[in-house]
């Protein structure tokens, strides 16, 4: 469903130059959900607009859906849908006409448009604002809108960038319902962009660890947790003395993936640590030991990453390269971002509103 080789993404000239995409490898299978993982700058977006045809590659290839990004645009557009970072829905519609209408543009009749329009707002608790001008939507509202105008047309492949973000709980749960049954019942390819390992976790079988324009891992969400970090247990004593027992008590009866002591808290990486705690509990207080406090943290997005690269996402991973220009493509070579589809209806210009902002 998607192809890259060597993807790669330059901006600026001369002596200025952000290497946003630095040769990016990658085959996503049909019906595949893929989330892009990685802090601020990492060059997610970049490669998002870069697969959904708004931005030309500065080297490499890149094919979508079976057609390539470069040479056959319109192919690719027409069969994916792309939700960008910024909001994208216009802004004195209803909400309703703005459904309607994008559905319109993708070649849906009137009526097709009308039911899939309805049955969207429903999915992300939106029917009541359905005749609400787009102007008098809150953030969070409009980020669903978004969503929904995204996926009117049932793309075989959708394209989410930080689709949860401004999203409060009970929606972001909405969104990931909306994202399954998607996927059950249409078999449709998602690739989304997010900072939130736990986020990847719930919607993604697949995370793709981007850092400094590059893939620096790429596995499932157990397997990056797991076998790259585990989960942290920390034990709190209010005798600091008895931390050595409670260190030879974990190491009894696991195998941690490392173990350190800071004053009276013992904190130790495991495998499966929430399924140790009630055993750990018994044998320490068999052995007198009082504790505190026991705390079990799954895995972050930062806890992968400082595993990955040896620093933390919170020192300020830099993204920005200075360098020599290392492709002939600067910004001159964008495409302008025009509507998806040929609209082949009397649908005036709903097709360009679901794309990201220049
Ligand atoms: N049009 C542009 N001109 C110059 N630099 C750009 C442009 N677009 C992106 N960049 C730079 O490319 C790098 C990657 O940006 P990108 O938007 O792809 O990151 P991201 O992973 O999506 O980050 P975020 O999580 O903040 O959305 C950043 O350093 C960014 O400043
Ligand atoms: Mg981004």
């Known amino acids: ?33 893929v989330a892009f993982l990685g802090p601020n700058g990492a060059g997610k977006s970049t490669t998002l607009r870069m697969l959904t045809t708004l931005l ?45 209408g994008q559905g319109r543009a993708y070649g849906l009749t009137k009526s097709e448009s009308k039911a899939r329009a309805d049955e969207l707002l429903a999915g992300l608790d939106l029917s009541d604002l359905a005749d609400r001008v787009v102007q ?62 736990d986020e990847a976790d719930s919607l993604a079988d697949r995370v793709i660890v981007i850092d400094h324009g590059r893939i620096i891992a790429d596995d499932s969400p157990a397997r990056l947790r797991s076998g790259l970090v585990g989960d942290r247990l920390d034990v709190t004593l209010p005798d ?53 406090a026991a705390e079990v943290a799954r895995a972050t997005l930062d806890d992968v990453f400082l595993h990955l690269t040896g620093r933390s996402l919170r020192e300020g991973s830099g993204p920005v390269d200075i360098g020599r220009p290392d492709g002939p493509a600067g910004p001159s070579s964008e495409p302008s971002p025009s509507p998806q589809p040929s609209p082949s209806t009397e649908s005036s210009q709903p097709s360009a509103r679901n794309e990201y902002a220049a």
């Open 1 to 33: 469903m998607i192809r890259t080789r060597d993807l790669t993404r330059t901006f600026g000239a001369k002596d200025k130059v952000v290497q946003a995409v630095k040769g990016i490898t990658l085959d996503v299978e049909p019906g595949e959900v």
């Open 56 to 100: 030309n590659p500065t080297s490499g290839s890149a094919e979508v859906a079976g057609f390539d990004v470069v040479k056959d645009p319109a192919a690719v557009r027409h069969r994916i849908g792309a939700i960008g970072q910024g909001n994208g829905a216009g802004q004195n519609q209803k909400v309703i006409d703005e459904m309607v």
């Open 136 to 197: 008098t939507l809150s953030g969070g509202q409009r980020r669903r809108l978004d969503v929904a105008l995204g996926m009117v047309h049932q793309p075989e492949l959708l394209f989410l960038d930080e689709p949860s973000t401004g999203l409060d709980p009970q929606n972001r749960a909405n969104l990931k319902d909306l994202i399954e049954k998607l996927h059950a019942e249409h078999g449709t390819t998602v690739v989304l962009t997010t900072h939130y390992m």
């Open 240 to 292: 600091p003395t008895d931390v050595p027992r409670v260190v030879a008590a974990i190491e009894r009866m696991a195998t941690p993936l490392s173990v350190n002591v800071a004053g009276p808290t013992v904190q130790a990486r495991i495998d499966g640590a929430p399924q140790l705690v009630p055993q750990l509990m018994r044998v320490l207080d068999a052995d007198r030991v009082v504790v505190a």
